[in-house]
Each structure stands twice: as structure tokens, then as C-alpha cells.
């Protein structure tokens, strides 16, 4: 019998209607005989909601409040959904983190989910449709726990993983993964499949259609994965192993976040081991650091370090080095007017000339580059926020994706 694991997204389930709607698609692949496990994501709007009820009150939200608060929109969804499968004359059931439970492991607002019992769902998958809601779990303390913005795709993959199911669908309001971002780009087309690692990469540099962990998790355990729309029956995108790479394109897709801003200590004294002192407490402090650019001044004595972080850590990130000890520098300057834009494609490894095209096609914009940043199949640029738009298409255009 095929065991499937059914995703659906804050906008699939955003109303009454459009849970209803999900119901009826649940209804008819359970029809087919298929064992169905679905994983819900809270409506759509609703953690935001619940984030803004928390800030009314404090800045500082106790962590753990917070993730009991915000752990309940999902739970809204499961017995909404759920009780409109039962209307269908569909047995189901809704199960809580705590009931399964979903074994987390980390911090409030960021844990990662380790294990879950599945003995009690697999047995009602014999007589009915489980619900469970995403985003969430309970630490080994017993405490509520949720494991990031957009963890629903994270637990999607997980239950896939360990419930070992045939399949894994990701529901959303787009028709697949696309060639870049189809509402600011019109002319962006679906991608019919996709490798893991084009899509953990699109996924991590601001691709919003899944979140990168969950991509990680399907890769390392060879999950294969289809994001499709929850309002057509039109196929989506499917994701999965390297066989499945086209090389024929230099780049699949191009991508970019908003997010981000970018800090240079200028006149570091440089001497070994001036970077670690530099970073380490940036590291300690949970802050994520991207692209790094060092200079080195033609007395070989000082060197100005450039680096990028998420634009919500500048504040803390600015207070760690004005506090740092282990460091001589001039000065701090810092621009959070920037964004990043991407290109990715496996193909990009045997084309040669796509840095030139990509440098070139920017040029011709006038869009200056701020940073540099590329592995094998992508390559980053920072450049300024307000000319990201502008940069998208002509990249769309120059490689051939419109």
C-alpha cells in the first residue's frame, strides 16, 4: 500500500474555504487506497498575527511563551481540517506535537526535529487520514518547541523520512518551482524537475517556495519531493537526486533576498588568526555570516574585511565588535540598503564565460557589485536594494530563462 505525506502551506489553508477545498483533496487521494498523512502549516497571516500580539506586549518575549503561542495556529488548522474530513465521511484524527510526539532537540524559535513516535499513527492509518501540524515539536523537558519560520516543509520531510513513505507533496499557491520569483517576474517559466542541490541552493538564497532544511533532509535521505499548487491539477516541480541534473543549462534559476546588509572593518591590523578573533563571537552569538571579501593595504600592515549577515542581526552584530578586545581597527561601516541576487545552475560548472555574463549584464544596468560570492553551481552578488529588480530580469533575460 502507498504511504503518502501531503503538505499543505499557510495560503492552502489561509480560510474555511480553501480548508475545505484541501479536504476534497485529501478525500480523493485517500480514495485511492493510499495510507495519508498530512502535514498543515498555520493560516495564512496567522504566526504574523500572533508574533505582533507577543511584541504588544514585550520586545522580548520570553522564548518560550513564544513558541507555545505561536505553535497554536497550527493547531487551529489540524482540527479545522480535520473536522472537515470527518463532514466528508472521511475518518481522521488531529494529533498534537505532544501526543505523537515530535522529539525536538535545541533552542525556543529555532529546534530541529530528532525523532517521533509512529507506532500510534501508523496503526490509525489503517482506519483513517492523520493530521499533524508542522512547525513544531516537544524538547526532551517536555516544553513546547518550534523550529523556525517556515518548518512545516522541515517536518513534511522528517515524517516522510521516518513514517517511510513512498512520496512527499508540497502544497502550495504557486503551480511549481519557477525560474525566478513569477509575481515580480511575469515572464518566469516552471521548472519540470529539479535537483536537490539546485533547489537547496535557490531555497537558501531566497527562493521562498521551500525552506532549505527541508530540502537538506530530503537530500541527505533521498526523499523525493513534488511542490505542486493546491488550487490546479496541473504537475508541479519534482525534486530530486543528481540524475537528474541538466547540464544542457548554464543556469536554472535566479534568485534574491532583501534581507540582508553588509559590514566593513576598515584598517584591521592583520596578523594571524585576526579573522577567528573576529568572527568567533559572532559565531557564539548565533549570527550566520555569508560572503567575506578581505583586502590587504599596500603597507602589507592592515586589511579592511567586508562580510554580510542577515539584516535583523546588524544591531547585535555592531555591538559584538565594538565590544570586542582581541581587535585593533579604524573603523565600522555598515549598509543595510543592500540585497543579494543569485544565479544557479549545474550547468554552470562546464559553461565557461556565465561570471563574464553575469558582471557584463550588470554593467550594462549600471549596477554596481558590492561583494562576490560563488560555489560550483551559484554565484552571489550583493549589490544595492533598490536596483534588485532591475538585476533579476536582466539576468532572467541574458540566460535565456524568460
Partial sequence: MVKKVLKFGGTSVGSIDRIQHVAKIIK???????????????????????VKFSKNISENFDKRELDVLLSSGEQVTCALLSGCLLELKVNAKSW????????TDGEHTNARI???NVSKINSFLEKGVAIIPGFQGVSKNGDVTTIGRGGSDATAVAVAKLFKADACEIYTDVDGVFSSDPNKVPVAKKIDKIS?????????????VMQSSAVQTAMMYDIPLEVRSTFTDRKGTRIFDRENIDYSKSVTGVAYSKDDAKITLIGVQDKPGVAADIFEPLNKAQINVDMVIQNISSDERTT??????KREDLIKTKDIL????KINYKTINHNDKVAK???????????PGVTYKMFRGLADEKIN???ISSSEIKLSVIIEEEKTLIAVKKLHTIFDLD
Fill in 114 to 116: 530528532v525523532n517521533m
Fill in 196 to 208: 536537490y542541490d539546485e533547489m537547496l541552493e535557490l531555497s537558501s538564497l531566497g527562493a521562498k
Fill in 341 to 351: 541576487v543569485s544565479i544557479v545552475g549545474a550547468g554552470m560548472v562546464a559553461t
Fill in 322 to 325: 565594538s565590544n570586542n578586545k
Fill in 96 to 103: 498534537l506535537n505532544w501526543q505523537i510526539p515530535i522529539l
Fill in 28 to 50: 480523493k487521494e485517500h480514495d485511492t487506497g493510499s495510507q495519508v498523512i498530512v502535514v498543515v502549516s498555520a493560516m495564512a497571516g496567522k504566526t504574523n498575527e500572533l
Fill in 304 to 309: 579592511d574585511i567586508t562580510f554580510t549577515i
Fill in 369 to 371: 557589485i558590492l561583494a
